[in-house]
């Protein structure tokens, strides 16, 4: 990007395609990563949330069964 983003929420109109494109990569690494029918993505927005590096990021986690209402990654 031509601009740091440090968590979402200070992502603005003009990230749009940026913010998009994260999304479609990250669908694309699950497909590699031999995920793509079970995996979810994380955004941690600010340090309360378990942000440590402070750029817009997401994490793919996969690999175990996810409980309906369970969040625990």
């Known amino acids: 990007p031509r601009?740091?983003?440090p968590r979402l929420v200070?992502?603005?109109e003009d990230d749009q395609a940026l913010l998009g494109h994260l999304l479609l990569a990250a669908g694309k690494i699950a497909q590699q990563l031999g995920v793509a029918e079970a995996f979810r993505l994380i955004i941690n927005?600010?340090?309360g949330a378990g942000q440590t590096?402070?750029?817009l990021h997401?994490?793919?986690i996969a690999g175990r069964t996810f409980a309906e209402g369970h969040m625990a990654g």
């Open 3 to 5: 601009r740091g983003i």
């Open 53 to 55: 590096v402070f750029h």
């Open 58 to 60: 997401l994490h793919i």
């Open 45 to 47: 927005n600010g340090a």
């Open 10 to 12: 200070d992502a603005v």
